[in-house]
Every structure is written in C-alpha cells, then in structure tokens.
C-alpha cells in the first residue's frame, strides 16, 4: 500500500466533487453540506482549535474530516465533523490515521472531542478510534483528552 499524507487543508480540494459523489451514492449527504457551507463561509474550520483535514494516497484525495467548536457544548468542547473515507480505501486504515491526527490537533485546545453518528459501522469504528458511547445530549460518542 502506498504512503497516505494526512494534512490540513485551507481551501476545498478540487476532487473533494468525486468524493461527494461517492458519499451521497451511498447515502450521506454531510459532504454536500461540507461543501455548501465552505463555500457560503458559514463554516471554513478556522476558529480558534478549528481545522479541516484531508488525506491524500499519490495526490488522490481519499479521505476528509474536521474539527470544529461543539456549538452544543461548553467552550473547551471540540466536534468531530465531516468525516468520510473513499470506500475503495475502507479497512486500510485511513479513517484511523485521519482521526488519530485529528485528535491530536483537538487535544492542544479542546478537553473533550464529541460527535455523532447514526450507523452501526460509524458506532464500530469510533469505539475502535477511542471514542466511548456517550448519552450526552446531540453526541453519541464522546473522547475525554488528557
């Protein structure tokens, strides 16, 4: 398997459209939403412990997820958001190494990561990242940071 690059991205890579694509075939439409609201600037990932992070296997996009301020939380309380990985690269590791990096970036401001999911995979995979299942209100799981 080739190297994968995860970095923080400042602007919506042009690929993030095939990405899209695929995530709403299969369902989900918070790429769409990603989109929409990068581009209406209602949220571009960059206040304060904000970022957005893509990665990247030989300069194709094939994964994507940020971290924003929980706006149903207190203040030191971070958001996992956004997360999708091309399903040709699921198994490999890639969402791990994506929420790893982006746990590592919310732990330098945020004391807790939330988020929310609705699949049983999602429930799976964040148990496997970490995450606790949380009854809190608007998370279904939580991650305490040290």
């Given amino acids: 398997m080739r190297q994968i690059q995860i970095q ?6 042009v690929q993030i459209a095939a990405l899209e694509r695929e995530a709403v075939a299969e369902g989900f439409r918070f790429l769409t939403r990603l989109i929409e609201e990068w581009h209406s600037g209602i949220n571009r990932f ?11 296997q030989s300069d194709n996009l094939i994964g994507i997820g940020g971290i924003n301020v929980d706006p149903y939380a207190p ?4 958001r996992l958001r956004r997360l999708y990985v091309a399903a040709s690269k699921r198994g490999q ?3 791990q190494l994506l929420v790893a990096t982006l746990v590592e970036r919310a732990s330098q401001q945020f004391n807790v990561l939330r988020l929310s999911t ?12 970490g995450f606790q299942r949380s009854n809190e209100d608007r998370a279904t799981h939580v991650m305490h940071l040290g």
């Fill in 118 to 129: 609705d699949t049983p995979e999602g429930d799976a995979f964040y148990l496997r990242c």
């Fill in 8 to 13: 923080q991205i400042l602007h919506l890579p």
């Fill in 93 to 95: 590791h890639v969402g």
């Fill in 75 to 78: 203040t030191e309380t971070g």
């Fill in 46 to 56: 960059d206040a304060p412990g904000e970022c957005l992070m893509a990665a990247y």
